[in-house]
Every structure is written in structure tokens, then in C-alpha cells.
């Protein structure tokens, strides 16, 4: 049984700053490309954020480019983004999963909300 469970969302002003985490289960981790996605209210779910298996390289939306910045810890099974500089737009729920995505394992997710 995969796992994805993500954490470090909350309520936070224009301007500030959140760091989400996502615990993985071993079998999926190591081995894949893990992204960030989020899924605003009445709109598709979009991937913002990509990194190697390795973690050597890196990709991101146009929209949270300079922003954001995603991370791994392959010996704890963790992919981290950081989010600065956050804007109302960016509210919404953030996951995480493999890419390409497999849709089986989608987790909880975690919200985040940027006041104005």
C-alpha cells in the first residue's frame, strides 16, 4: 500500500511564507521524480513543482517560479516545497505525488490559504 501524506499547511497573509512536507512510502520513493500539485477551488489540479530522484534537478510553473522551491531527503522519504512570497493565488490544496502522476495515490493534502 502507498502512501502519501502531506502536512505544513495553514492560514498565512500576502507575503509570508509556509513549508509543506510529504512523507512517502519507501517503495515509491527513492525511484521516482516527486512533484507538487494543487488544486484551487473550481479549478484543475496543476503540478508546480518537480524534482529528480536524485533531487539534481529541478522544474517549475511559470507561476510560482522564483517563489518556490522543492527539496527531498531520499534517507527520510520526504519531499519538502518551500513557499515564499505567497500570494493569494496560491490558495489552494497542495499534494504530492510521483511524476508522472499515478492517480492511486493521491494523498490527503494540505491547505494552504493566503490572506489578502
Known amino acids: 500500500q502507498v502512501q502519501l501524506v502531506e502536512s505544513g499547511g495553514g492560514l498565512v497573509q500576502a507575503g509570508g511564507s509556509l513549508r509543506l512536507s510529504c512523507a512517502a512510502s519507501?517503495?515509491?520513493?527513492?525511484?521516482?521524480?516527486m512533484g507538487w500539485y494543487r488544486q484551487a477551488p473550481g479549478k484543475q489540479r496543476e503540478l508546480v513543482a518537480v524534482?529528480?530522484?536524485?533531487?539534481?534537478?529541478?522544474n517549475y510553473a511559470d507561476s510560482v517560479k522564483g517563489r518556490f522551491t522543492i527539496s527531498r531527503d531520499n534517507a527520510k522519504n520526504t519531499v519538502y516545497l518551500q513557499m515564499n512570497s505567497l500570494k493569494p493565488e496560491d490558495t489552494a490544496v497542495y499534494y504530492c505525488?510521483?511524476?508522472?502522476?499515478?492517480?492511486?495515490?493521491w494523498g490527503q493534502g494540505t491547505q494552504v490559504t493566503v490572506s489578502s
Open positions: 505525488n510521483v511524476v508522472p502522476v499515478n492517480r492511486s495515490y
Open positions: 519507501a517503495k515509491i520513493f527513492s525511484i521516482n521524480a
Open positions: 524534482i529528480t530522484s536524485g533531487g539534481g534537478s529541478t
